[in-house]
Nanobody, 126 residues
């Protein structure tokens, strides 16, 4: 059984930083791309960032480019999302997901991911 467990969410002031972690078990982590998505109340889920299986390539949603960084440690089966310069509009539930295939490119569509974590809440509040 594939399992993704996120951690690192919380309450932070605008301009602050957080790091989210997602640890995978039950699948060969290094053979799959990973993604971070978020969903705010009343809005559709959107991609935040995704990273290739090797970690060499990454892709970011327009709203977070230049502020967020995705990276992975294949020795720890963990993908991270470093979030800097947080804004109120970054408030959402953040979920990690693992790609269903073993593609070498960076998948950015939700349909390309088949297992999701439970999500972690990130709230911006002054």
């Amino acid at each position: 059984q594939v399992r993704l467990v996120e951690s690192g969410g919380g309450l932070v002031q605008p301009g602050g930083s957080l790091r989210l972690s997602c640890t995978v078990s039950g699948r060969t982590f290094s053979k799959h791309a990973m993604g971070w998505f978020r969903q705010a109340p009343g809005k559709e889920r959107e991609i935040v960032a995704a990273i290739s299986r090797t970690g060499i390539y990454s892709n970011y949603g327009d709203a977070v480019k230049g502020r967020f960084t995705i990276y992975r440690d294949n020795s720890k089966n963990t993908v991270y999302l470093r979030m800097n310069s947080l804004k109120p509009e970054d408030t959402a539930v953040y979920s990690c997901a693992i790609a269903s295939g073993e593609q070498y490119y960076v998948p950015t569509e939700t349909v390309e991911y088949d297992v999701w974590g439970q999500g972690t809440q990130v709230t911006l509040s002054s």
